[in-house]
């Protein structure tokens, strides 16, 4: 255990945020995304698992650390729905809600068609295969930059 961090990051997790430099992306994934077959194509080239965890409890552990690009509106980003792209399911709800939250503003994510966002994926630093269940629980977050000390 270590004083001040987050339980719910595995020492892998924190290894591959502490790896991450500005601009990378990180993809969290639920139960049915072909999570191994693209992690091996990512820098990472390994799939990163925090299985016990819904995806808004994974990502707010890891927005715990990891603070978003505030230079780009592509600082995150959800897979939209098939045939709904308007509609956003409640998994991702919970996430902007975490989101909103983090950053202490709403910053609505961006949404990217299903297999565009494979392909962000696959371009991605690391992807974290959560254990959530429902459907269209895929993210993405860009890594931002910590300042110096005022």
């Known amino acids: 255990m270590l004083k001040g961090i987050d339980p719910r ?19 969290l994934c639920d139960t049915n995304f072909p999570a191994e077959t ?45 045939g709904a792209p308007a509609e956003i399911p409640t998994v991702q709800a919970e996430v902007q809600a975490v989101i909103d939250r983090a950053e202490g503003k709403p910053r609505p994510m961006l ?3 299903r297999f ?5 994926a696959a371009q991605s630093f690391a992807v974290v295969q959560t254990g959530e269940r429902r459907f269209y629980g895929c993210i993405m977050l860009r890594k931002g930059v910590i300042g110096p000390e005022a």
């Not at 020492?11 to 993809?27: E, F, Q, R």
């Not at 808004?56 to 729905?81: G, H, W, Y």
């Open 9 to 27: 990051l595995t020492p892998d997790m924190l290894h591959v945020l502490a790896m991450m430099g500005h601009g990378d992306t990180l993809i």
């Open 38 to 82: 693209i992690a091996q194509q990512t820098t990472y080239g390994q799939i990163v698992r925090m299985d016990n965890l819904p995806m808004a409890s994974a990502a707010e552990a890891i927005l715990s650390v990891f603070p978003l690009d505030t230079f780009v509106d592509d600082f995150a980003a959800r897979m939209q729905v098939v």
């Open 111 to 113: 949404a990217v068609e």
């Open 116 to 120: 565009a966002f494979y392909d962000l």
